[in-house]
């Protein structure tokens, strides 16, 4: 019966994922072909439909880069940093006014606003406010605190787009939070209560464990956009001074329309890829073994 079942079901199959193999095939497949054909070349965009083979000379040229090496820190660094901060904000806030959201649901619609507005504008806002010389926070702080701070210089710049991102994306967690903490079942916090369990017992053993794999989801997915940050830093900073805030999507813009070196931006971009395929494939078999287990 099962091969019959199968045999039957197996033309419907073909048939229904026809369609997004070809998908995939054109818009992805394609490109990275070509792309990885580019990696491997001498190219420039005076030789793009003829590309020289050049071996594995854009790897190497990418590998000894400091530059390279730099970004890639900067790029961890404030990605692992964004993470945590959006959702550890957002899990507090989540509970935090979660009895007030379900009064006036309203509430989440204006929390949800800083959403709306693209990174690229959000970056042009904060450059005019916090310039140094014709930014109005750093006016007042001089005027009536007698404190000046370079919010955009090489000591504080990292700091201050870390805060800028928090700040922007920290609803997105905030709404992740709040409808996991809702969807909680209420018999459950409930019989808690009823075994005399203090509101903190409840959040440590009850709520925040069933929150758990909306909590690794937005930590994984929060992480993965601050890893790639390009439009607000480049609009804020750029690549900084000597490069001190140049992400990995900034070096990989530069070196391919700044300096015009395809071939090396290419072998970047092939690096990126492959690291974060082998980081995604680990999380993925890790979380189906705990996934066994847990069976």
């Not at 709404?175 to 409840?202: C, H, K, N, W």
């Not at 492959?274 to 494939?281: G, I, K, Q």
Request: with cysteine; glycine share 8%.
């Amino acid at each position: 019966m099962a091969t019959t079942r199968r045999q039957i079901e197996a033309p419907a199959f073909r048939m229904l994922a026809t369609p997004l193999v070809a998908f995939l095939l054109l818009f992805l497949g394609f490109p990275a072909i070509v792309n990885l054909i580019y990696s491997v070349s001498d190219v420039t965009f005076e030789t793009l439909r003829q590309p020289t083979l050049s071996g594995f000379g854009n790897f190497v040229a990418v590998a000894t880069d400091g530059a390279f090496w730099r970004a890639t820190w900067f790029s961890l660094r404030f990605g692992l940093l964004t993470a945590v901060l959006e959702c550890a904000l957002g899990l507090f806030l989540a509970i935090f006014l979660s009895p007030l959201i379900e009064k006036r649901s309203w509430l989440l619609a204006i929390l949800m606003m800083p959403l709306m507005v693209a990174p690229a504008l959000v970056g042009l806002m904060y450059r005019l406010v916090l310039h140094e010389f014709v930014g109005p926070v750093p006016y007042y702080l001089w005027a009536y605190f007698g404190a000046s701070i370079s919010f955009l210089g090489v000591d504080s710049a990292f700091w201050t787009l870390v805060a800028i991102e928090t700040l922007q994306w920290t609803p997105f967690a905030l709404l992740l939070f709040y409808m996991a903490y809702q969807a909680i079942p209420v018999e459950v916090t409930e019989a808690a209560t009823l075994d005399g369990a203090s509101p903190f017992q409840r959040l440590r053993d009850i709520e925040l464990p069933l929150m758990m794999p909306t909590i690794a989801v937005a930590l994984l997915i929060r992480f993965i956009d601050g890893f790639r940050v390009f439009d607000n830093v480049y609009v804020l900073t750029g690549s900084g001074p000597g490069g001190s805030t140049a992400s990995l999507s900034i070096y990989i813009y530069e070196a391919f329309f700044k300096q015009g070196a395809i071939g090396k931006a290419v072998a970047a971009s092939v690096i990126l890829f492959a690291a974060s395929f082998v980081v995604l494939y680990g999380l993925n078999a890790y979380a189906a073994r705990r996934k066994g287990k847990g069976r």
